[in-house]
């Protein structure tokens, strides 16, 4: 795989969740088995704007040529899926999410190891 197609995905993804956090938070979190409090719905919709942001950048770097400037969303981009992962693995063992929050353990861990291996073999052209 390129990175630009894990750069399209990624952000293609994140569009839609981010799209589905933004507008119907309570719903989108009631699917996994979990309600939110207004303050839930607050910092959903604010990590919908992370999401929606993240995946313009994405977007804009499939047309980047430096690789530095490729190399750090690729590290940040690791970083963020690393720790989504672990934090989606612990509340998935505590019971607190449903099955389908599974769906999310291993999204999570798809993308960090496909973003490890861009930062361990440093193909970023």
Do not use: C
Request: net charge positive; hydrophobic share 60%; proline share 1%.
């Amino acid at each position: 795989m390129k990175l630009n197609a894990l750069f399209i995905i990624t952000a293609i993804l994140g569009l839609f969740f981010g799209i589905l956090m933004l507008i119907i938070p309570g719903q989108f979190f009631d699917f996994y088995g979990g309600t939110l409090t207004n303050a839930g719905k607050y910092n959903g919709q604010l990590v919908a704007a992370a999401y929606l942001g993240i995946s313009t950048l994405l977007l804009i770097a499939t047309k980047a040529k430096e690789a530095k400037g490729r190399q750090a969303i690729v590290i940040g981009s690791l970083v963020h899926f690393f720790i989504g992962f672990i934090v989606a693995l612990r509340w998935q063992i505590l019971g607190e999410v449903n099955v389908w929050g599974w769906t999310t353990v291993g999204l999570f861990a798809l993308l960090a190891l496909a973003y490890a291996y861009f930062a361990v073999t440093k193909k970023i052209d």
